[in-house]
């Protein structure tokens, strides 16, 4: 009996809530800072939020990854029932999300991490297309290699 995969992406990859409800994906916000406030990418910011406060501040915002001990904390949340993970990161020439995910995961027997190499949209195609392996009843390992493979293939502007 295969154990059941979950799929699961830090914020960047900009899924909406219908994709994210319809495949069941697991999200893990980055922390994005304006001013001298610190939030959760997609829970209490949005991009709306973000352009707006740009329009009448002139302000960039500055995100953050998560650290170790937050994917460690997402990591057993969302295995403890024994299932496996596959977990989507922000290119890692772009962050240290992918760097902090790995050294977490080395804590997991069956979590793995695809680096997107790409932001946003080139991310997301990556999540969506493992729900689909997902769905097929292919392991976690097998569908993290197909997707890292697949993710020098995404072109995503």
């Not at 960047?12 to 697991?26: N, Q, S």
């Not at 910011?45 to 994917?71: R, V």
């Not at 069956?110 to 997301?124: E, F, K, R, Y």
């Amino acid at each position: 009996m295969s154990k059941k995969v979950i799929i699961a992406s830090d914020s960047t990859t900009d899924l909406g809530p219908e994709l994210i409800a319809r495949y069941d994906v697991k999200i893990l916000p980055l922390k994005v800072n304006l001013g001298a406030k610190v939030y959760s990418d997609g829970v209490d910011i949005s991009p709306d939020d973000i352009y707006a406060n740009y329009e009448k501040s002139g302000e960039l915002p500055k995100t953050s990854a998560p650290n170790i001990t937050d994917f460690q904390d997402f990591f057993r949340q969302h295995t403890a029932d024994g299932s496996a993970m596959v977990f989507f990161t922000i290119s890692s020439e772009m962050s240290s999300t992918c760097a902090n995910a790995k050294i977490a995961a080395e804590d997991f027997e069956d979590v793995h991490i695809v680096d997107t190499q790409n932001l946003s949209t080139g991310g997301g195609l990556l999540v969506l297309s493992a729900c689909e392996m997902a769905a097929q009843g292919r392991s976690a390992g097998e569908i993290a290699a197909a997707c890292a493979e697949l993710a020098g293939r995404v072109d995503a502007s």
